[in-house]
């Protein structure tokens, strides 16, 4: 996960932006901080919606970033199945496989096998990329630009950050807010309170 560019100060900028709902000058930071955190936690989410958060990430199977991509009020690109050779496919292993050695072994034997077949329609058969995707499963690793903005980050982590979301997002939201927790201590702030919400 990297966060490749987040709006500094997302609480005081959001106190900026809302200035104009309310008339009110810029010109005091404690007042423009207040305000920005009210308008957050009072969920009045247009304000929200100035503060932006664009992230890569490439340690999710495809099933998770099908989760994640689903959400509407979002900028994505993902990793194209028809100009990529998946040759070296690697995978998610969910936990109650990883902890089954019987399941674990014959889940890695299909995968493998997948990837040689993948690359035996690709390099023997000389099938295009785009067709030969079609053998990969949805538990292959797969690659996402992501951007939103703060109102969804907080509807994303709602909804996926807990059960009865898929493990692997839920792991998804905590490492993305892990990230975010670091950049200032605004983040910080406003990544604690949504951790409380979920």
């Not at 807990?162 to 997002?169: G, H, N, R, S, V």
């Amino acid at each position: 996960m990297k966060i490749i560019k987040a709006t500094p100060k997302p609480i005081t900028f959001t106190g900026e932006c809302a200035s104009i709902c309310y008339d009110s000058k810029n010109d005091n930071p404690e007042k423009v901080y207040n305000r920005g955190l009210m308008c957050i936690k009072q969920n009045h989410g247009e304000t929200s919606e100035f503060v932006d958060i664009i992230f890569e990430t490439d340690d999710y199977s495809a099933r998770c970033l099908r989760e994640l991509l689903r959400h509407r009020h979002s900028s994505k690109l993902q990793a194209s199945t028809r100009y990529i050779n998946y040759n070296n496919m690697d995978y998610y292993i969910p936990h109650s496989i990883e902890n089954n050695n019987e399941a674990k072994e014959s889940y890695e034997h299909l995968m493998k096998y997948i990837n040689v077949k993948y690359q035996e329609f690709v390099d023997v058969y000389n099938i295009p990329k785009q067709d030969a995707a079609n053998i990969l499963p949805l538990g292959m690793k797969s690659k996402v630009i992501f951007k939103c903005n703060l109102r969804e980050l907080i509807h994303i982590s709602k909804i996926r950050g807990k059960k009865p979301a898929l493990p692997e997002i839920q792991n998804l939201v905590g490492e993305l807010l892990a990230e975010l927790n670091v950049i200032d201590e605004e983040w910080k702030t406003l990544c604690e309170w949504i951790r409380s919400e979920i």
